[in-house]
Every structure is written in C-alpha cells, then in structure tokens.
C-alpha cells in the first residue's frame, strides 16, 4: 500500500514505523553478532554507575577517545532509564527507519511509472543494505546516512545536507573516507572518462600493504583514529577476517560474485550510453561520483572489513540505474534486467537469507501489546 500511494506524504512513514518496529523487536541472530555485542555493553552501562564526566572522558580522554560518538551516545542515555535491549534496538529503528525509508523515496521521487524493469532495481536497492542490517547498526546506518545526504547533494547541488553527510563519520568513524572521497569528487568535478579508467585500473589491484596503511594513516590522521585504526588492521584482525573468509560457502561466494556482475554491468551500460545523458548534469554527476567512489571501494576491499564500502557504492550504482532507465530509451538497459533477473533475484533473496531469516519473528508481524503482556 505504501509503494502503490507513493507520493502521498504519508506514506514513506509506513515504512519508517515498520523499521521502528521490527527493531523493536529484533532478533540477535547468535552470540557472534554486532548486536549481542551492543546489547551487552547496553546492559553492562546500566548496571554501572557511570557518571556523565567519567562518560566524557570514555569518549574523548586518553587512548580510547573515539569519533563515532552517536552509538555510545544512545545507549548511555537510554541506560539511565532502562536496561531492556529491546529499547534500544527500537531506538536503533527509528533512527535506521528514517534514513533508510527516505532513501527508497528519494528513487520514488523518479519514478514516473511502475515497470517490471525499476522495479526489480528497485527491490535490489531496498535489499542491499536491508533493514536487518541494524544487527551491524553503526555501519550499516552510516551508509543510509551517508546516502541520504550525499545523494541530493550530488543530484541537485543541495548543501543543507552536507549535515548528514559529515553526520556518518560521527556514527562510524570510517565514513571519513567516503567523505573525503566525495570532496574530491567536489573539488575535481565531473571527469566521466577519468573517473572510469580509475575505476577499471582498480579491479587489476591484486593486494594491498595493509601494514603501510596502516603506518600512514596513523601518521597523517590525529590521535583520536589511532586506536580504531589498529583495530582494524591488526595482525589478529587480519586473521580474524580470514578465517571467517575461508569458512564461506559456495553460495555466498556466488552471490558475491553474481553482484559484482551485476553492478559493474550496470555501471558499463550507463557509461557506454553517456552521451545520452551528457546533457543532464544531475545524472552525469552521479556517474561520476559512483565511478569514483566504486573504484576507492574496490580499493578498501582489500583491507579486512574495507568490503562493506562495496555495499555502500551499490547504493548509488543501483539509483544511478533506476534513474537511467527512467529516463533512458535505450532498450538494452532494460533488457538487461530481464536477463539478469535470475542473478539479480538469487543475490536479494541471499542477502535476505544469510541474515534476516535469523532476525525476524513471530513478534516482528504480531501486536505489541500482546507480546508485552505475554
């Protein structure tokens, strides 16, 4: 009902109270996940008698100081009030519910007519960082951000949401990158043809020296990161990463691979048909940030958890397509999808699986009274 009545102003909140409530009632799907993780250190604030300046100090003092302040924010204020998790994963909806529902409006806002075609890009959008995603709530809610700010500014020239995008790093201090990413984009300017042999040079990238990030980064970059960085890049954090690499199934690995398929294609026909859209400045800058931004992705991968900027840049390669094809009368950009629909269908369904079945319940489709009581 939501999708049908799109543009009445309604209804992008049907979405957001949704999100809200299935947070509300989230599923933590084992004891390995992010979200045991948050829940435990929101029950352990609770029970602790922390005071606002020793939580100061947690944030900005000494060798633990951080920059993703938003997260710890949250859940020390909640914990004055409450030790129920379920508070605050419903919190973590509201707030991943809003970003996330006007993102998926902000493509509603160009579609003039369903088709078979946007809407399967549609469902791949809307799927590639899905609403279970709030089992990893920083970072996965730092894309939406990031989006949800970066795409009108990139589109229209909208500077009022330069906010949201400096927000992200604040939620998860690794968006750093990406908006830095986006003020070169800013400052270099639509380079179409440079942007995309950057972008192809970076799939021949093979390995990267993680510990020579590693060292320039804490060289260049201010204290507060040092701590973060290390984390990241650690030798027991690099194992940590590939043990669980060599654990993945032949699915994930075909899923894997089936969406770099599909974006790169995607990616390809617009750029081949850019002198269809030469003309259009908000479609011609969205290539291009998407082309650069895709490659430094490509880039990251290499670095231990740096693949999630991969699900990141979909977000844009997905909305550039849905945008193109709106507009577009190139036949082979639609028939594409019809091809493709095997491959695309396989990787939502996937990424639907491999998290989501073990987060959604029973709860998430009754009423909530009733569970409260029960």
Same mark, same amino acid.
């Given at each position: 009902?939501?999708?049908?009545?799109?543009?009445?102003?309604?209804?992008? *909140?049907?979405?957001?109270?949704?999100?809200?409530?299935?947070?509300?009632?989230?599923?933590?799907?084992?004891?390995?996940?992010?979200?045991?993780?948050?829940?435990?250190?929101?029950?352990?604030?609770?029970?602790?008698?922390?005071?606002? *300046?020793?939580?100061?100090?947690?944030?900005?003092?000494?060798?633990?100081?951080?920059?993703?302040?938003?997260?710890?924010?949250?859940?020390?204020?909640?914990?004055?009030?409450?030790?129920? &998790?379920?508070?605050?994963?419903?919190?973590?909806?509201?707030?991943?519910?809003?970003?996330?529902?006007?993102?998926?409006?902000?493509? /509603?806002?160009?579609?003039?007519?369903?088709?078979?075609? *946007?809407?399967?890009?549609?469902?791949?959008?809307?799927?590639?960082?899905?609403?279970?995603?709030?089992?990893?709530?920083?970072?996965?809610?730092?894309?939406?951000?990031?989006?949800?700010?970066?795409?009108?500014?990139?589109?229209?020239? %909208?500077? %009022?949401?330069?906010?949201?995008?400096?927000?992200?790093?604040?939620?998860?201090?690794?968006?750093?990158?990406?908006?830095?990413?986006?003020?070169?984009?800013?400052?270099?300017?639509?380079?179409?043809?440079?942007?995309?042999?950057?972008?192809?040079?970076?799939?021949?990238?093979?390995?990267?020296?993680?510990?020579?990030?590693?060292?320039?980064? =804490?060289?260049?970059? &201010?204290?507060?990161?040092? =701590?973060?960085?290390?984390?990241?890049?650690?030798?027991? +954090?690099?194992?940590?990463?590939?043990?669980? @690499?060599?654990?993945?199934?032949?699915?994930? =690995?075909?899923? %894997? #691979?089936?969406?770099?398929?599909?974006?790169?294609?995607?990616?390809?026909?617009? +750029?081949?048909?850019?002198?269809?859209? %030469?003309?259009?400045?908000?479609?011609?800058?969205?290539?291009?940030?998407?082309?650069?931004?895709?490659?430094?992705?490509?880039?990251?991968? /290499?670095?231990?958890?740096?693949?999630?900027?991969?699900?990141?840049?979909?977000?844009?390669?997905?909305?550039?397509?849905?945008? #193109?094809?709106? +507009?577009?009368?190139?036949?082979?950009?639609?028939?594409?999808?019809?091809?493709?629909?095997?491959?695309?269908? #396989?990787?939502?369904?996937?990424?639907?699986?491999?998290?989501?079945?073990?987060?959604?319940?029973?709860?998430?489709? @009754?009423?909530?009274?009733?569970?409260?009581?029960?």
């Amino acid at each position: 009902m939501s999708l049908k009545n799109n543009r009445q102003l309604w209804s992008k *909140n049907i979405i957001w109270f949704f999100v809200a409530f299935y947070g509300y009632n989230f599923v933590i799907p084992n004891e390995g996940a992010d979200g045991f993780a948050y829940q435990e250190r929101f029950i352990e604030i609770a029970h602790t008698e922390l005071s606002s *300046n020793s939580f100061s100090e947690y944030l900005y003092g000494g060798e633990n100081g951080t920059v993703d302040i938003i997260e710890p924010i949250i859940s020390y204020t909640l914990a004055q009030f409450t030790d129920n &998790p379920q508070i605050l994963f419903g919190v973590y909806g509201i707030i991943f519910g809003f970003f996330y529902s006007r993102n998926l409006w902000f493509l /509603l806002s160009h579609n003039y007519k369903w088709s078979y075609t *946007n809407f399967i890009i549609f469902i791949l959008f809307a799927f590639s960082i899905g609403i279970w995603e709030i089992n990893g709530f920083r970072f996965w809610c730092s894309c939406h951000i990031f989006f949800y700010g970066a795409f009108p500014f990139i589109m229209q020239g %909208k500077k %009022k949401y330069i906010i949201f995008i400096l927000l992200s790093a604040f939620m998860h201090f690794s968006f750093l990158f990406p908006i830095a990413i986006l003020a070169l984009y800013y400052f270099a300017g639509n380079r179409v043809h440079i942007y995309f042999i950057f972008f192809l040079i970076t799939f021949f990238i093979a390995e990267l020296n993680v510990s020579a990030v590693r060292e320039i980064l =804490t060289l260049y970059l &201010p204290d507060i990161f040092s =701590t973060k960085i290390e984390a990241y890049t650690s030798d027991v +954090y690099i194992d940590v990463v590939e043990e669980r @690499s060599a654990n993945v199934t032949i699915f994930n =690995t075909l899923s %894997k #691979y089936m969406g770099t398929f599909i974006r790169v294609a995607m990616l390809l026909i617009v +750029y081949f048909n850019y002198k269809k859209i %030469k003309n259009s400045k908000p479609l011609n800058s969205l290539l291009s940030f998407t082309l650069l931004f895709y490659g430094f992705a490509n880039i990251f991968q /290499l670095i231990p958890s740096g693949g999630r900027f991969i699900s990141a840049a979909s977000l844009f390669v997905f909305s550039l397509y849905f945008i #193109y094809t709106q +507009y577009s009368t190139s036949l082979f950009a639609r028939r594409f999808v019809y091809v493709a629909s095997p491959l695309i269908l #396989y990787v939502v369904f996937y990424n639907f699986k491999i998290i989501a079945k073990d987060t959604f319940s029973l709860y998430t489709f @009754s009423n909530p009274l009733l569970n409260s009581i029960f």
